[in-house]
């Protein structure tokens, strides 16, 4: 499957940002985890859903801001992000498994990345 992400931009803190993932194959045979690498940082897993899009987890850090969705008749996966602070800029990847993943070597398809800013 091919993954293409979208949605990243320049924003200020508290504002508010929707990145779109869109799939070339059936969204719903793929687990698929929104991962992030800020300035210096290792790639983080930031928020996954299951291939039903029965299951989701977080990171602690994006818990209660972010929400992650998939929308299975377009095969796009999406992440609301509310409430945005500057650390959550980085470099925003989606990605997708065939199999249950939540860390980021369990993953098989990466997209390309979209960037986030937030500034102060």
């Known amino acids: 499957v091919q993954l293409q992400a979208s949605g990243g931009g320049l924003v200020q803190a508290g504002e508010s940002l929707r990145l779109s993932c869109a799939a070339s194959g059936r969204i719903s045979h793929y687990s698929v985890g929104w991962f992030r690498r800020a300035p210096g940082k290792e790639r983080e897993v930031v928020a996954t859903?299951?291939?039903?899009?029965?299951?989701?987890t977080y990171a602690d850090s994006v818990k209660g801001r972010f929400t992650i969705s998939k929308d299975v008749a377009r095969n796009m996966v999406h992440l609301q992000m509310t409430s945005l602070k500057p650390e959550d800029t980085g470099v925003y990847y989606c990605a997708a498994s065939p199999r249950f993943a939540v860390a980021v070597f369990e993953y098989n398809y990466w997209g390309q990345g979209t960037l986030v800013t937030v500034s102060s």
């Open positions: 859903i299951t291939r039903a899009g029965a299951r989701t």
